[in-house]
């Protein structure tokens, strides 16, 4: 069983930066499948990014030029690095690690 805390979060100014922390708890971090995702209130969770166990990121469509995920194997964490924020990416963000969720970090970007 995983444990996960997230961090990161907070509110910005349009065109500024966040970066996101997931640190895990538990054996096997390095060996297993990690995600991004985030929800925005009334909507689905929406997936975002994922790495592979080699460093591989990939993105779901629109995030890669402003997004940047990777991961640190010995300190059990996972990052998201956002830049260039819009409004429209204001939501709570979720890691998810070995199939376990993270309780989600709040993000607030104002115009």
């Known amino acids: 069983q995983l444990d996960m805390v997230e961090s990161g979060g907070g509110s910005v100014q349009a065109g500024g930066s966040l970066k996101l922390s997931c640190v895990v708890s538990?054996?096997?971090?390095?060996?297993?499948?990690k995600f991004w995702y985030r929800q925005v209130p009334g909507r689905g969770r929406e997936f975002i990014s994922t790495?592979?166990?080699?460093?591989?990121?990939s993105y779901a469509g629109g995030y890669e030029d402003r997004f940047t995920i990777t991961q640190d194997n010995a300190k059990n964490t996972l990052y998201l690095q956002m830049d260039s924020l819009e409004t429209t990416d204001a939501a709570v963000y979720y890691c998810?690690?070995?199939?376990?969720w993270g309780h989600g970090t709040k993000v607030s970007v104002a115009s």
């Open positions: 998810v690690v070995c199939n376990t």
């Open positions: 538990g054996a096997g971090f390095s060996r297993c499948p």
């Open positions: 790495i592979s166990s080699a460093g591989t990121p």
